[in-house]
């Protein structure tokens, strides 16, 4: 047990009479653009935090350092909060069903956190009342993967590790039965889940929010373009969806969302096939990377409903404040100072908004994000994607 | 000195390399919605605070408590700071100066701040470029009082202490030459100003921000409701003005804010008199209660821009994203717990925005503020008045 804990700088009594203290396990971006919101709600965010200097704990009051996987740990900081919450999705199972049983509020809850910390749990629940997803098996042995190849119409397939895979990591790409990667996925020593490789024209985000007494409330569906697994730009919404299909995106994401009983916000990465299906790829039950466009973007940041649906709070309205809004993740590059593109950037787009997670610059790294909303889809495009490839050292001008 | 400073909880080399730590003297809620906008740019906040527990200690990680008159306190801390700015104005001008000289970056600047201390002060300044103010003049004595009145046509006249008013505070309407308030103005122990009761039709706010190179950039004109001395509610555009008008105190607020060598956000609080003057009334160098409707209704909001023109970045666009924005103050009133009301009243209007203050009710107290926006100014005024009736148990239903 980390000896630091517990670290409260406020305790109950020295915050006004009825304020939520909401405790976040894990102090990345997330945890950290929690904060802006929470300080307007009058919410006290008390942050789990790896270390000591990481994103959320230069942004918050209280940050106490701990492992969030020993149950000593988190049972004491959950003891300072009236309900927890998460900035990932990598808090133990079985600890949450221990704090569950002793009456903690945790949101979302283990029944419904394991479908988005284990791939294989997620797919076989999403089958039990039919949504929409990619053919998929459990496999156990090269033999398995190659039968399965065959079965959707043979290879490249997708393995992915059930559990603990994030932004690309975790992910192989399988383009026949020697692949030398089908021998790393069964060395990485978790069940290795296999995917038809879908033919997709893009990828689409239904992020929805829900309230433990069900309230429900969908964002408008947004395109994410990836590279390398990692998000790097969301458009919302996204151009030229139909509206059936907007409306059947998010409708698989509400169905979701109360089927597994989900509080907060999940986030359903589709992909829109060649053949007009929308397939769910991943869930996460945290805000997302595909919703960072609607602190700027939208009338209720995911953040906020977020905060507001652990709290059974009722719902802020998801719609959109503009025709267009586009996010362009900012990725470590050259430049180590990321403040001082600022003074170009700012100055050439009066509207630009700019959010920076406190992170050092490592190659590759999300440091932050850009936000461009307009009325024009092409500009509003080209003022995000111009702004991130300044920044990261992309372009000079 | 308090020995409780320094506390640095983040000392520069633990932040990502260009942070810039911009130290904010006083802890109030204008110093907590900063650190909303602090976030996002990646700007680390430091806050002198009056009290461990005050709002903006809250809501930052490192919030050292120190008194802001003495010298040496305010001297270490901004020894830790980029650049100094302030949540209220009360830091002495010779201390402002003596860390001036020491090379330290404070602004706004103690030469220009004066005009914002001290009433007599600005309204000499302001004559000297010829901005439109009531007629006015330094008082000493009841006799003088008497002569002033006779010379701006007779009583009501207005007399205001020329330091540490605020709020309706060090400000007595004299109805005659034997009004018992002449002697409370002349027993507070600071110089006392005479002015002209300006017959007005309603008070207007001009807002700019100034960056140290000299970018300005103005604020939509709002219109303000002030009941005993204190700010109550905003709309913002101040609905019917003619352009014109808007013009034209856009352009005496620019010029005030050049003259002076403001840095940061100049409010200027405006009559509309009867007879179609725009008369200065009073002058704040930090982000203002006429100027939060920006937070949810403008592309970039007063704490931002304040950021932004102290740091010397490039400022953002001040224009509005409704039609119309109206912002109320929640006033302490009979409820305790503030956050009970949010159950009705986000469930009543999901575009409604509350910003809570961290403060304990006490009547009459500014303890938070709502804001509504939309297109219809009657509906958007009804919302944001609701709801904050509603909070401050003003209403039943």
């Not at 490249?156 to 990667?181: E, H, M, S």
């Not at 689409?204 to 969908?218: D, E, K, M, T, Y």
């Not at 991943?282 to 997302?288: D, G, V």
């Not at 590059?333 to 403040?339: L, Y």
Request: hydrophobic share 45%.
């Amino acid at each position: 047990m980390d000896i630091r804990l517990p670290f409260v700088k406020f305790s109950r009594d020295e915050l006004p009479v009825g304020t939520p203290v909401v405790g976040m396990v894990g102090g990345g971006q997330l945890a950290r653009m929690t904060q802006e919101t929470a300080i307007a709600l009058g919410v006290q965010l008390r942050v789990l935090a790896e270390g000591p200097t990481v994103s959320a704990a230069q942004a918050v009051a209280d940050a106490p350092v701990g492992d969030y996987k020993d149950p000593e740990t988190v049972r004491r900081f959950a003891a300072e909060c009236d309900v927890v919450t998460f900035d990932h999705e990598h808090v133990p199972t079985d600890l949450l069903r221990a704090l569950e049983a002793e009456n903690v509020k945790v949101f979302p809850g283990p029944d419904a956190l394991v479908h988005a910390q284990d791939k294989a749990v997620m797919r076989s629940r999403l089958d039990s009342f039919d949504a929409p997803s990619p053919a998929h098996q459990v496999v156990e042995s090269a033999a398995e993967v190659a039968d399965f190849a065959k079965r959707v119409g043979g290879f490249p397939i997708i393995l992915k590790t059930t559990r603990g895979g994030y932004d690309g990591k975790g992910v192989w790409f399988i383009d026949g039965p020697d692949d030398a990667d089908i021998a790393v996925a069964f060395g990485s020593g978790v069940p290795i889940l296999a995917e038809e490789k879908v033919d997709f024209v893009r990828e689409l985000s239904a992020i929805v929010a829900r309230s433990p007494h069900g309230q429900a409330v969908a964002y408008p569906i947004v395109e994410s373009v990836q590279r390398d697994g990692i998000c790097v730009e969301v458009t919302a919404p996204a151009p030229g969806l139909a509206p059936e299909k907007a409306a059947q995106a998010q409708q698989t994401a509400l169905r979701i969302a109360g089927e597994l009983g989900v509080v907060g916000i999940l986030a359903v990465e589709m992909f829109e096939a060649r053949d007009g299906r929308l397939l769910v790829n991943e869930l996460a039950m945290r805000p997302h990377n595909t919703g960072h466009w609607s602190i700027d973007g939208a009338v209720t940041s995911q953040f906020e409903n977020h905060l507001r649906a652990v709290l059974d709070l009722p719902l802020g309205s998801p719609a959109a404040r503009a025709p267009y809004t586009v996010m362009v993740n900012v990725l470590g590059g050259d430049v180590e100072d990321m403040h001082r593109g600022l003074l170009h950037c700012l100055a050439r787009d009066p509207g630009l908004k700019v959010h920076f997670y406190g992170k050092s610059v490592k190659a590759g790294r999300k440091v932050g994000h850009v936000t461009a909303y307009g009325s024009s889809l092409e500009e509003t495009q080209e003022r995000a994607r111009h702004a991130a490839a300044y920044l990261t050292g992309t372009i000079d001008e």
